[in-house]
């Protein structure tokens, strides 16, 4: 997947204003089955898969002992016994050994990442490009819900979930499909004005819509309720990977949160650029980009709880010099039909 | 097309000379490789740069990115319409993208013919 097509701006600004087309094949898939496959994923996970009905999804995260992220992915149910688990790329062989690790219910666990290609749809008029060219009733397909069914002939299984903030459909498919796929989306889309869309726009997309990048806002260091996940850490779910220590820390209150930043002058702060409350450095920047919706410069940073409240005064060095950035509410950037 | 007019750097700087006046600006290489320009942070009118250190930067979406001087003298002028338009630095980069203006101080050194550059 390239960094961009036609240009980053240009891209982004057209997956908020009609749609956008990315190749995420390189994302990893795992299929969870057997009889005990929902045991295993839901004590390896923090969210509560058993309230998954067949053809429905979720946004979860891989946990470890001390309540940190080995990685964060989407749990979509098939069925009672058979689940498909979607992870970030970079994390394939360590997810799946973690996951191997703990899977003493005897739980099937297989790698159909090779195998699976992923086209990401998105954007306001996705719906519309998508609907001629299947044979599924789109509008009776809501926000992380998903079928099977026939696009341009490809047996696919279409995903109303994405990583941008607007609505939109990702595509699983046989790999061996992808240029065919590709290729006829981008064609009946055209007219509708999509355009094929790379990492930047995925990039500047998913920070407007504050949804976290592994690796960046969260990793191994960080727990999910520092992350502003705690709307996936379910304690009452029964024992998990990490609940312990998430549930101490919920009640003992987190000690840092991720925390969004704008700019206040022209400096843009990027990936890494230290942050400094009164001259003081307390963190670094996560993520780091001009927003091309808001036009103002953004980020995402871990912050001591004390200075979390909007409004607060931050500096963010850029190349050595202090300049002004303010803590904000997030998510940066909301549809309006959300 | 590098206008054969220009000398050229292996930062990917260009260099206009007239008189003792030098124009300078980054290459269509390097505006393609940054991507969408949107901010130009420019020297002082007055300082002096040299050849091969910094006179600035170049913000595109996805990076930031140092200016090197192609010569050594004083900053006459600095394109002040870049910030509001500085996607000319994309859309025309030998023209209305310039940088900046110096007054050379020294002859240039090390520069390369646009048929050297390409």
Redesign the interface.
Known sequence: MP??YS????E?TAIRTAAGLFDVSHMGEFEVTGPEALHLIQYVTSNDASHLTDGQAQYSALTTPEGTAVDDLLVYRHSQDRFMLVVNAANIESDLEWIQTHNTVGARIEDISQKTGLLALQGPRAAEILQPLTELTLSRLPSYHFASGEVLGIDALVSRTGYTGEDGFELYFPASESERLWTGLLKAGEPHGLLPAGL?ARN?LRLEAKLLLYGNDLDRTTTLLEAGLGWIVKLDKGDFIGRESLAGQKAEGVKRKLSGLVMLG???A?DHYPVYVKGAEVSHVTSG??S?TLKQNIGLTYLPVEHTAPGTKLEVSV?GRACEAEVVRTPFYKRKDS | MNPQDLQYSKEHEWLRVAGDIGTVGITDHAQSEL??V??VEFPQVGAKVEAGKTLG?I??????SEIFSPISGEVLEVNKDLLNTPEAVNADPYGKGWLVRIRIEKPPAGLMTADQYA
């Open positions: 960094v961009e240009g980053i701006a240009k982004h930047g500047t022209r400096d843009i990027r980009s001009p091309i190349r | 991507g969408d949107i901010f930067s913000e595109s979406v996805k990076a930031v």
